[in-house]
């Protein structure tokens, strides 16, 4: 949670789907979810910061699209950065109580 507002590993998700693919319904889709989910998703992304992390266009005869702004690239290498380091600050925690659990 950043100031009042959630991001989490689903956002990020969906916001790497959308560099990926181009497209919020074919990140979407990758991720299993609606397209009205996704796009809900990415207003409220867009929502969250002072500018939009995903910039779309129309459809139309040439086609929509969607990409990844400056801002969602670097809102993604942060979030990625920040569960990084927890990981690796969790790993002997976690081993530790690993240790401790029954088989199976």
């Known amino acids: 949670m950043?100031?009042?507002?959630?991001?989490?590993?689903?956002?990020?998700?969906?916001?790497?789907?959308?560099?990926?693919?181009?497209?919020i319904a074919a990140a979407g889709r990758?991720?299993?979810?609606?397209?009205?989910?996704?796009?809900?998703?990415i207003e409220e992304l867009n929502g969250c910061f002072r500018a939009p992390l995903v910039a779309a266009q129309t459809g139309g005869k040439s086609g929509?699209?969607?990409?990844?702004?400056?801002l969602g690239k670097s809102v993604i290498?942060?979030?990625?950065?920040?569960d990084d380091k927890a990981h690796k600050a969790a790993a002997r925690h976690l081993?530790?109580?690993?240790?401790?659990m029954r088989d199976g």
Do not use: D, F, N
């Not at 950043?2 to 497209?23: D, F, H, M, N, Y």
């Not at 990758?30 to 998703?41: D, E, I, Q």
């Not at 290498?77 to 920040?82: N, P, Q, R």
């Not at 081993?95 to 401790?100: G, Q, V, Y």
């Open 77 to 82: 290498a942060h979030y990625t950065a920040i």
């Open 30 to 41: 990758a991720l299993g979810m609606s397209y009205r989910r996704a796009w809900r998703l």
């Open 64 to 70: 929509g699209g969607a990409g990844l702004t400056a």
């Open 2 to 23: 950043v100031g009042g507002q959630r991001i989490g590993p689903g956002k990020v998700a969906l916001l790497k789907a959308v560099g990926e693919t181009g497209s």
């Open 95 to 100: 081993k530790a109580l690993r240790a401790t």
